[in-house]
T-cell receptor, first 112, second 114 residues
Framework: KAGVTQTPRYLIKTRGQQVTLSCSPI?????VSWYQQTPGQGLQFLFE???????NKGNFPGRFSGRQFSNSRSEMNVSTLELGDSALYLC???????????FGPGTRLTVL | AQSVTQLGSHVSVSEGALVLLRCNYS??????LFWYVQYPNQGLQLLLK??????LVKGINGFEAEFKKSETSFHLTKPSAHMSDAAEYFC????????????FGEGTQLTVNP
């Protein structure tokens, strides 16, 4: 089976812009979770989608949003980018609760 | 709330030596526990997971971990370190009631010296 894929792998944006990141889960997996990884805060949970519904949400501002499509692919959007949003954004998929999460390679976002 | 503490942000061992990475958790209910490894510029790769079937869990690349409820620990070990083991290691916990949400420890950077 193909693994979790994320596009793009690298992004450079400027403050105030918005960005959309994409994640394609492993075939058959219905749960997609997003995490932010920074040197200062480590790995933090953003949100989880299961069957097109947000099932869990972390403690991030409303500028961070997501959605899931009927084919389980997911997108994450960050509006009004801030310098502190520079991070590695990781997507993970699983087949259900509390099954193992499999991670993609991540999208490296740099905000200038 | 559940949390994970990894003791030692940096661990250095010699090639061939024992690897011991420490993880303690706090959870109000029996948790599911995981160890992931991250190589530079890559995502997280699952090493092993504990889901209450057996307290000693064997994973990939010769790693294993033992769940000790009395000590709320889930330490990761490998008898003999290889140069290729140099990476960052993360312990994580989840509960069935939290969906697929993982709470991660701070990570431990493992250095293997020749």
């Amino acid at each position: 089976k193909a693994g979790v894929t994320q596009t793009p792998r690298y992004l450079i944006k400027t403050r105030g812009q918005q960005v959309t990141l994409s994640c394609s889960p492993i075939s058959g997996h219905r749960s997609v979770s997003w995490y932010q990884q920074t040197p200062g805060q480590g790995l933090q949970f953003l949100f989880e989608y299961f069957s097109e519904t947000q099932r869990n949400k972390g403690n991030f501002p409303g500028r961070f949003s997501g959605r899931q499509f009927s084919n389980s692919r997911s997108e994450m959007n960050v509006s009004t980018l801030e310098l502190g949003d520079s991070a590695l954004y990781l997507c993970a998929s699983s087949s259900g609760t509390p099954d193992t999460q499999y991670f993609g390679p991540g999208t490296r976002l740099t905000v200038l | 709330a559940q949390s994970v503490t990894q003791l030692g942000s940096h661990v250095s061992v010699s090639e061939g030596a024992l690897v011991l990475l420490r993880c303690n958790y706090s959870s109000s209910v029996p948790p599911y526990l995981f160890w992931y490894v991250q190589y530079p510029n890559q995502g997280l790769q699952l090493l092993l997971k504990y889901t209450s079937a057996a307290t000693l869990v064997k994973g990939i690349n010769g790693f294993e971990a033992e769940f000790k409820k009395s000590e709320t620990s889930f330490h990761l070990t490998k008898p003999s370190a290889h140069m290729s083991d140099a990476a960052e290691y993360f312990c994580a916990v989840s509960k069935e009631t939290s969906g697929s949400r993982l709470t991660f420890g701070e990570g431990t950077q493992l250095t293997v010296n020749p």
